[in-house]
């Protein structure tokens, strides 16, 4: 007798319709399967088999082939255990197969038949949903996360004999509730706030001018300066993400297998710091199975790279690209994966080997050969990415002894919100949530120069060699700070304070 289930693999965030055909027949009993399984899809046979048997099921002896279609789609992972589980019983008369097709199966079986959580459930509740299905049957331990999609109901069993007693009757079964969570936002205010901060006026104006508008920021100072301090409270004065935003974000950690240990939904913007020993891959994503890397598990979030010039160069160049179009395309020789990636970069670094180039206090030790070779491992067109580029200097005497501090993360973090109030709503139908993302027509209607201005940015590209692009980012820069001073309109002071962010192109 044949069976079809329906179940799903993930490809990059979005998931494909998966049709499992389970065909029992005569012939010697052997169990085959086909339609490009991978090593974990093709050991399923023998965890099906045990789990049947250990469930009280018997084993059908006889050849039974398991085709998984579209068979020129690869798929992979455990999660096709239950629907393979659920075919073999449907195809060989142990369950009713009246409700199969109303209902979407995944989840990995263990040998004494119950159900194990899979990665990946989030975007194939998405994709269920838009398919029309009557619901998704999950582990219970997935239930939260797929009850996050509304409009289909989600079905949390324990056991491949839950499972059975479902397709009998699942109008008997009462769906899994999404359940909010309590948001970690307060938290991260108490363990990273920016009122721990003391001094460093100039560093704490960029991260919220980095805040308001999304703008990336390199920390140049020496060590102990608090460039990692500043950098680690960016995101507790961000706004939280909306539902759609958290919706997309959770997809990422949900493929990622991360999902499990955020909860259900990721309310608060990622925050992600890969060690300068990171490869390529791992920051960029990829694999036989293009897997999301650092860039996009920090979509919507930031990305804090510390001891930048510690990275290898190859390395870094990878940032090039995502970091102007906002997405990662990921190409393998049978697919393309595309990953989100619209993050804020955040780095840090010392201005020479030794750490003490232009200090006040420690002098350097380092030649201008060896500082032009250190600075030779960030290239133009990286930099020019970079809106921000900061000093930050060492602290006085008296101001690491006092006890005063500065605003808190909550007070920065309603004028940032206010700001990113005003470029959405001047964005509005553009699909741009923050000023960085603007494009070049944005510019020309957002960020008209007077003659005072446009005298003053022309004198800036011409002493500092400035390109096309760091021009873009200081128009865009400016437009952040005059939206944080409810400005309609660009002023010369609202450029002069963005040229002065061009820390490095002064030094190198």
């Avoid at 232009?358 to 050969?369: A, F, L, V």
């Avoid at 590209?461 to 952040?480: C, E, F, N, P, W």
Wanted: aromatic content about 6%; proline content about 5%; some cysteine.
């Amino acid at each position: 007798m044949l069976a079809r289930v329906w179940s799903a693999t993930v490809v990059g965030i979005d998931a494909v319709k998966v049709g499992v055909e389970v065909d029992v027949s005569g012939g010697l009993p052997k169990v085959i399967v086909v339609g490009l399984p991978d090593t974990a899809v093709q050991e399923s046979r023998e965890r099906v088999k045990a789990a049947l048997k250990n469930s009280g099921f018997a084993f059908p002896v006889r050849q039974i082939t398991v085709n998984l279609s579209p068979a020129d789609l690869r798929k992979q992972g455990p999660s096709f255990d239950l629907p393979i589980s659920i075919g073999i019983l449907a195809a060989s008369e142990q369950i009713d197969p009246t409700y199969l097709n109303d209902y979407l199966f995944l989840g990995e079986v263990s040998l004494d038949g119950s159900l194990r959580s899979v990665a990946g459930v989030l975007p194939i509740a998405v994709t269920a949903e838009k398919l029309g299905f009557r619901g998704i049957i999950v582990p219970k331990d997935n239930a939260q996360e797929a009850s996050v999609v509304e409009g289909i109901k989600v079905y949390g069993l324990s056991n491949i004999n839950e499972v059975a007693e479902f397709l009998q009757n699942p109008f008997s079964f009462t769906p899994t509730i999404f359940e909010e969570e309590e948001d970690n936002n307060n938290l991260l205010d108490r363990v990273y706030n920016l009122r721990d901060v003391k001094g460093q006026n100039h560093g704490r104006r960029a991260l919220e001018i980095a805040g308001a508008g999304g703008h990336n920021v390199i920390f140049v100072g020496p060590p102990g300066a608090g460039k990692t301090m500043l950098a680690r409270r960016l995101s507790s004065i961000l706004p939280p993400l909306d539902f759609q935003e958290a919706l997309q974000v959770s997809q990422i950690y949900s493929v990622a297998g991360l999902l499990k240990n955020k909860g259900s939904l990721i309310r608060e913007r990622p925050f992600r710091s890969p060690h300068h020993s990171a490869s390529g891959v791992a920051l960029v994503g990829g694999g036989s199975f293009p897997q999301p890397g650092e860039i996009s598990l920090s979509h919507q979030g930031v990305l804090f790279l510390d001891e930048l010039t510690e990275f290898k160069r190859s390395v870094l160049e990878f940032l090039r690209q995502p970091l102007e179009d906002g997405f990662i395309v990921i190409s393998r020789a049978k697919q393309s994966v595309l990953f989100p990636a619209q993050f804020t970069l955040i780095c840090a670094t010392n201005p020479c080997p030794c750490g003490y180039f232009g200090d006040s206090i420690q002098p350097c030790t380092c030649s201008p050969r060896q500082r032009e070779q250190y600075w030779a491992k960030l290239s133009g067109p990286l930099l020019d990415r970079i809106d921000l580029q900061v000093v930050v200097s060492r602290l006085k005497p008296e101001e690491m002894t006092t006890q005063k501090t500065g605003e808190s993360s909550e007070i920065v973090r309603e004028r940032v919100k206010k700001a990113r109030h005003i470029a959405q709503k001047r964005f509005k139908g553009d699909n741009i949530t923050c000023n960085a993302q603007m494009q070049t027509r944005h510019l020309r209607e957002y960020c008209i120069l007077d003659d005072s201005s446009r005298n003053l940015l022309e004198g800036a590209i011409r002493k500092l060699g400035l390109s096309a692009r760091a021009m873009d980012r200081i128009l865009k820069v400016s437009r952040t700070i005059a939206d944080l001073a409810e400005d309609e309109y660009l002023k010369s002071h609202h450029v002069a304070e963005a040229i002065q962010y061009r820390t490095i192109d002064r030094m190198v």
